[in-house]
């Protein structure tokens, strides 16, 4: 069951600042949602024992040889905060 | 007829016997944009000084006699495929100034033929909707009808073939996103097999469904698009070795081909005219010697549940990279590491982008994973194994691409539950990984398109076209009014 301290915590999880004020709508909203995927529910698993339900099988992998990466710079070039080559970030200790 | 109505083999023929320049075709087109796109608003970005600069290279191999099939066709290309140097923002405010530092591999295949890039157009924000109200840019209007929605996710490339302000465009389909703006605009559009287009580049969604994909005015003109895009490509490790030719079963006859119509698709949940269009549709299909045959997928009614499941597990894992540190939006109001990315998502992100990164952050965690994700994958599996059934006796299958002809702006847009189960025709494709293509099959009283889908098996796209292909060939589309 959706509740605004489940929301916290999911908030938490996906790095997500949410106001409190707007705590309760998203309930409501993610509560409508997640009726919609109880309907899943129905389906037993004994019912497809035969499946794997593995997703997707990824065999076209490239060898793992190490080739040319992207200059530096360029990739630099669309953050906001750089500095000699590097990311900046606030400081994270104290 | 007017030459924004021609297909991009003519305009081929035109550009070859030099009775028109891609510098002339170019401007044409860009003329357009200038005239109509300020009622569509389809393009985020118009490219017309780089168009142009293409258009004389593709004029200058011409006259060496070396044109490829897309060699000086303008296009437009959705704004999730990165384009170097232009800005790609994906519709949302968190990419509003990212300028990627290279080419998608489908743009940058579409340039090796000096095929020319018109500009980026609209999108719901990340390709999260069926409308292209959710773009934090434009919001794309239908050309056949101001007031309603182009359909979405790839509203803007749909939008801009219906109104000709370009001769095809490029799209991205996860749950419908190429398929079902086709159908809503009036135009072809196809999602090719999982694998046959390299998605490097394109900006992630849910990486196990998503494919780019053409959006033009026949499914000759997406073939075309198709055999100059597709292909394998180190960079995705998703992408197939298998080399298709879209074009190889054009012309081949219908007479004899098992056409699959799956009864749950024609049920109560669709709208009665959309039914009869299709339903008439398959009944040419009969006239030109093809045996239609009722089939049934009884998961059908989990599909919705899964695909929502699945694709915000792998979106709320794919926008995990959007934290204000390497690219995209910075909120300048953080004094912490951790305001720095919270506050980040919370300013950059639009409301459908937070539902899902929410909700797959809930299907994957400690305590639902089983009771969710596991369970929506083993419902892939059954959707598979039950097209895999109906694909031993029959050649390709017949549904509508959506539930209703477009709708009205502001109509369901606000309701996601309502949003989510629009897509009912369109996503047990992308979970199954097969080719589809939504050709218009009528217009409804309102004078609005109404599409059918083609769907087909894994690696059989040629099918898929052929069939579509043999119905357009008989029928009379019509252009909306500017």
Request: charged share 25%; proline share 3%.
């Amino acid at each position: 069951m959706l509740d605004t301290d489940l929301m916290t915590y999911l908030a938490k999880l996906s790095k997500l600042e949410i106001d409190e004020a707007d705590k309760e709508r998203l309930v409501s909203e993610m509560s409508a949602i997640v009726d919609l995927m109880d309907t899943m529910n129905e389906v037993t698993f004994d019912e497809c024992e035969n499946l794997k339900g593995e997703g997707v099988n990824l065999l076209n992998l490239r060898e793992d040889i190490s080739r040319e990466s992207f200059d530096r710079e360029k990739i630099l070039k669309n953050a906001s905060h750089k500095k000699d080559g590097f990311f900046v970030v606030p400081k994270i200790m104290e | 007829m007017e030459l924004c109505d021609k297909s991009i083999l003519m305009l081929r023929q035109m550009l070859d016997q030099k009775e028109i320049s891609s510098v002339e075709l170019t401007t044409y087109y860009l003329d357009r944009i200038k005239e109509f796109d300020h009622q569509i608003e389809s393009y985020i970005t118009v490219c017309e000084e780089e168009a142009l600069k293409r258009a004389a290279l593709a004029d200058q191999r011409i006259a060496k006699g070396e044109s490829k099939s897309l060699t000086g066709i303008p296009i437009s290309i959705k704004d999730n495929l990165c384009l170097e140097g232009v800005r790609t923002t994906c519709g949302s405010k968190m990419l509003e100034n990212f300028i990627p530092p290279y080419h998608a591999t489908a743009a940058q295949k579409l340039l090796a033929e000096d095929a020319v890039i018109l500009g980026k157009v609209s999108m719901d924000e990340f390709a999260m909707g069926g409308s292209t109200q959710t773009s934090y840019y434009k919001k794309t209007k239908n050309p056949y009808d101001m007031t309603r929605v182009p359909g979405g996710s790839s509203g803007g490339s749909a939008a801009s073939v219906a109104a000709k302000l370009a001769a095809a465009s490029l799209g991205s389909d996860t749950g419908g996103s190429i398929r079902q703006p086709a159908s809503f605009c009036g135009v072809t559009g196809m999602k090719p097999t999982y694998g046959a287009v390299s998605r490097y580049g394109l900006v992630a969604f849910a990486s196990s469904f998503d494919q780019i994909g053409p959006l033009a005015h026949s499914a000759k003109d997406c073939a075309s698009i198709l055999n100059t895009i597709a292909g394998h490509d180190i960079h995705d490790g998703t992408s197939a070795k298998h080399k298709i030719d879209f074009e190889a079963k054009l012309g081949n006859p219908i007479k004899g081909l098992k056409l699959a119509l799956p009864k749950e698709f024609f049920g109560d949940g669709i709208d009665s005219q959309v039914k009869e269009a299709v339903l008439k549709a398959a009944a040419e299909y009969e006239k030109m010697g093809a045996e239609l045959i009722e089939v049934s997928m009884p998961s059908l009614k989990y599909a919705i549940a899964a695909y929502y499941l699945i694709a915000s597990a792998e979106a709320s894992s794919n926008l995990a990279r959007y934290d204000g540190i390497k690219f995209g939006y910075c909120t300048p109001h953080a004094k912490t590491y951790e305001e720095r990315i919270t506050r980040t998502r919370k300013e950059g992100f639009g409301e459908e982008v937070k539902r899902r990164i929410l909700l797959g952050t809930y299907a994957l965690s400690s305590g639902y994973y089983d009771a969710y994700y596991k369970k929506a994958l083993y419902i892939q599996d059954k959707i598979k194994a039950e097209y895999r059934s109906i694909f031993e006796s029959c050649d390709a299958m017949i549904t509508p691409t959506a539930p209703t002809p477009a709708y009205k702006i502001g109509e369901i847009e606000g309701d996601p539950v309502k949003m989510y189960l629009a897509d009912i025709c369109t996503v047990t494709v992308n979970i199954a990984g097969l080719p589809a293509i939504s050709t218009t099959c009528g217009y409804d009283n309102d004078g609005m398109p109404i599409g059918m889908s083609v769907v087909g098996k894994a690696f059989d796209d040629a099918a898929v076209i052929q069939v579509a292909d043999a119905f357009e060939t008989n029928f009379k589309t019509q252009n909306p009014r500017l």
